[in-house]
């Protein structure tokens, strides 16, 4: 097989269609930019890693590029970022645990338990997030609410696309000794409605997932940044809600998903919430 540039993987997905807010107009003009060129380096090898029939020596390749464009040879997204951190004086360390999680994403399909899980988030999932908070300058104190959050933002998404990560990608990231404990199996994925043994095991990973949101409840009072707060406090509702719906409803039969409508007044009673809370502090 001839080798493509990472453009050539692209699934066409762009930052309105992830299920939480990315470099909303609730930022500041200055810091969507920089958060942005990450999100496209993101969604470049995220494509690469999910892509349902590329092989794993291409998508490897076209990772390593984007690896290489960080140090300013590689992958055009990557190179792209790298200009934009050393613009900004940020960290490149969050673009390559990124990078380290899509590498595992080609690599690894299973995950024994729920601390393998999080193990895979803390890649995944919080460099996003803390890449943010750098943007903004913030005290990296509140690292571990970010985190948690970040991880069930992460969690969430794997819930909900549960079935279609198994069927295109034979992928699976409901613990295995969750399905266990419940009696169900792998193969419950590719069924028409979840399985008593299955639908345990979701339920008992969107638990944890509260448990997640319960530990990052107070991060966006913790901001400095009333433009960023807000913002956190909408993904935090919206996590919320998320999270209520995948413990009533079946993921492989039901929609779990916001409408546009559902989530435009869930984030507006958020950000109603959040700015009476801090009343006038805050930039």
Partial sequence: MSERDSGALGSGKGHKDENFPVASILL????????????????????????????AR???TLLGAMRAGLDGDGAA???????????????PVHAHDLLDAFVQDVT??????????????????????RFVLDVHGEDRAVWPLSDALCA???????????????????RVYIPADMLARHGGAVGDLARQSATPGLRGAIVEAAEATQRLLRESAGFARAIRSRRLALEVAVIQRLAEDL??????????????????????????????????ARGLRGA
């Fill in 108 to 129: 690894v399909n299973r995950y024994a338990d729920w601390d393998a899980l999080i193990g895979y988030c803390r890649m995944s999932a919080m460099p996003v997030g």
């Fill in 152 to 170: 069930a933002l992460q969690v969430i998404n794997h819930l909900q696309d549960c079935a279609k990560d198994y069927r295109e990608l034979d």
């Fill in 58 to 60: 291409e998508k490897l």
């Fill in 77 to 91: 997204e990557a190179m792209a970022l790298a200009r934009v951190l050393a613009e900004y004086k940020l960290d």
């Fill in 28 to 55: 500041a003009p200055e810091h969507r930019a920089p958060i942005m060129a990450f999100y496209r380096f993101a969604r470049a090898a995220d494509d690469i890693s999910d892509h349902p029939t590329a092989d």
């Fill in 243 to 276: 999270t209520a719906r995948l413990l009533a409803r079946d993921p492989l039969s039901e929609r779990v998903h916001h409408n546009k409508v559902q989530a435009a007044l869930l984030a507006l009673r958020a950000m109603v919430g959040q700015l009476a």
